[in-house]
């Protein structure tokens, strides 16, 4: 089946129009729609729906979303998106698309992206996703379903305490977590360069700008030390989080996808900095028992899971 797929992130809307196969595959990838600087919910919702009034003969609709999802597919609260709270998405587009009551289909991002990884290993073992992008989000899945927990809800893999020492303040109000320590936020926040040997003067008000994780990425790959070693202390504490997981679990894989994890490779490649890194501080951390599991493994998907995952559940006759 064909079904329009979005992906709903922090500085941008991706879609694609996703056959769910077998084999899963996007069969249309579909223009990029960009966010303002500090998005709200108005810009997330035009965008949709002018997107959606433009494309032709939608029968399924899959919205992988950041956030808290209840029972219902209602986005209780989405906090990198100013406004992005109670929103129904089956309801508010059945309002403005008639044929579309039913058809709507809503997912969290890291739990559809968990989903397309799962499905492309069989449905079988235990799977654990870390999707790296803004934060860190991601889920579990195990016996052939999501373990969505008691609310229904992704597992809050990126609100794993990993640094009680930090002072960073996550969107969940505790310090520590993971997300604030290995997200692009993270790695953005980090970048620290040498000062220049004759220092310009600047105005008492004059501010240096945060350089975007795809400028770290270019001076990484350009030698600049101080760029690399934000991407490295990042990755340390994903493979903290990571090796958390598996002293707990025992997953049978643990993946790794997302925008961030895409930038990280072409800044050093997949075998150094920050992928390097996380390997590195998910085997010193490992149980010894489990040390042949301590492995992260790219994403197949990469950072079109959420588009496949979110298509495959809509699609799915089972409850999710």
């Given at each position: 089946m064909r079904v329009y797929a979005v992906d709903i992130g922090a500085s941008a809307i991706k879609q694609a129009i996703v056959d769910t196969g077998p084999p899963s595959r996007i069969v249309t990838a579909l223009p990029t729609l960009r966010l303002p600087p500090s998005p709200t919910f108005?810009?997330?919702?035009?965008?949709?729906?002018?997107?959606?009034?433009?494309?032709?003969?939608?029968?399924?609709?899959?919205?992988?979303?950041?956030?808290a999802i209840?029972?219902?597919?209602?986005?209780?609260?989405?906090?990198?998106?100013?406004?992005?709270?109670?929103?129904?998405?089956?309801?508010?587009?059945?309002?403005?698309?008639?044929?579309?009551?039913?058809?709507?289909?809503?997912?969290?991002?890291?739990?559809?992206?968990?989903?397309a990884e799962y499905q492309r290993r069989g449905h079988t073992g235990t799977h654990v996703?870390?999707?790296?992008?803004?934060?860190?989000?991601?889920?579990?899945?195990?016996?052939g379903q999501l373990a969505l927990g008691t609310?229904?809800?992704p597992a809050g893999l990126g609100h794993i305490l990993v640094d009680p020492a930090s002072t960073v303040r996550c969107s969940c109000t505790r310090t520590g977590c993971v997300e604030t320590l290995a997200g692009a936020r993270a790695v953005r926040r980090g970048y620290q360069p040498s000062p220049p040997a004759a220092p310009r003067r600047t105005s008492p008000t004059a501010r240096t700008r945060v350089p975007t994780v795809a400028e770290?990425?270019?001076?990484?790959?350009?030698?600049?030390?101080?760029?690399?070693r934000t991407f490295d202390a990042a990755g340390y504490w994903l493979g903290t989080a990571a090796a958390t997981v598996l002293n707990i679990l025992a997953p049978d894989v643990i993946t790794i996808g997302g925008g961030l994890a895409q930038a990280a490779a072409s800044a050093t490649g997949p075998d150094s900095g920050y992928l390097d890194a996380a390997q590195q501080a998910l085997?010193?951390?490992?149980?010894?028992?489990?040390?042949?599991?301590a492995v992260l493994t790219p994403a197949a998907y990469g950072p079109d899971g959420p588009l496949i995952g979110a298509a495959l559940l809509a699609t799915s006759d089972r409850d999710l």
């Open positions: 108005h810009a997330v919702q035009e965008r949709i729906l002018t997107a959606l009034t433009g494309a032709a003969d939608v029968e399924q609709v899959a919205i992988a979303t950041p956030g209840d029972a219902d597919g209602t986005v209780v609260r989405a906090g990198a998106i100013q406004g992005y709270t109670g929103i129904h998405w089956p309801t508010l587009l059945a309002g403005f698309f008639p044929d579309l009551r039913g058809r709507v289909h809503v997912v969290n991002d890291g739990a559809a992206a968990t989903w996703h870390f999707a790296l992008g803004s934060g860190i989000g991601g889920g579990i899945a195990l016996g609310p229904p809800g770290l990425v270019h001076k990484t790959q350009h030698g600049d030390l101080a760029a690399r085997r010193q951390r490992a149980v010894p028992r489990l040390a042949d599991r």
